[in-house]
């Protein structure tokens, strides 16, 4: 279809938006992409700000470069809806700083146990190993952030900081920490070599499974991109989401080799809202696919969710 040019006409959704324009002029051919950043150089704000939607069914435009102005079915004096969703923050660096707290409140703790406990013993085996499988983990959560994993959105609402740090600078970390090494804990006990290397075991299983997992998602999407694919490969024939499922077998070694109740209600609530995350993906290939996505049965532990 040849390109030719349309005015949309344009209304705010909910709060005025300081600067928006009432009507924008575009190609038939121009990108969503497009689309936004025209908007937000008109009305002077940020393009990760904005969501446009269509008046006519209220469905969301998506900013992206892989779909024209015309596809999305508007057409001349079409309405469209702006939302300015408030300050934002990138994805990226929301990720560096969760996983920022753990790393550091960890050897905190544990090199500050004759100051927070009031001990003059040394950290027993099992509360050194603890403390080197939580900085591991984690430590490979910031590289996988840095190289690894590809956003489909750039930001999210700059408040989500707070709530989601909670999780891990709080339940991952001062809640794991003050009781895995005190003296009192059952880490500081002689371990049982058996438990020991099993807990080894799912954890470099879980770790090992979960980068494979993180790489092949990686690959679905080009540099910079928000195209979605079906994801193939080793054990996503298995469940929805195996990321999440290897991300539970390494935790799971950390509950065997911390034995706290601490560590295990962080892994609780972990696993909750990863078997909701997992749930809606898979309705979300569903929906997207259809046919062509082959349906799981389990979106995240086999036989069980």
Known sequence: MASKAITLAVRPRGKPVRGLPEETNVSSSDSTSELYHRLAAQAGTSVHRLRITK?????????TKG??????????QSV???????PQIAWRTVFLVEYLGPLLIHPLVYFLRPVIYGTSESPSPLQTLSLALIVIHFVKRELETLFVHRF??????ARNIFKNSFHYWIFGGLNIAYW???????????SSPLLTYLALTLFTVGELGNLSAHLTLRNLRSPGGTERNIPRGPFFSLVTCPNYLFETLAWVGIVLATRSMGTVVFVVVAV???????????AKLRREFGGAYPRKRYAMLPGII
């Open 272 to 282: 909750a809202q990863m078997a909701a995350w997992a749930r809606t993906k898979e």
């Open 80 to 86: 469209i809806y702006v939302k300015d969703l408030g």
């Open 180 to 190: 895995i090494y005190a003296p009192s804990a059952p880490t500081a006990q002689p």
């Open 152 to 157: 489909s959105n750039a930001t999210m609402p």
């Open 55 to 63: 008046g006519s069914d209220g469905s969301t435009i998506p900013n």
């Open 67 to 76: 779909l024209t102005v015309d596809r999305t079915g508007l057409r001349e």
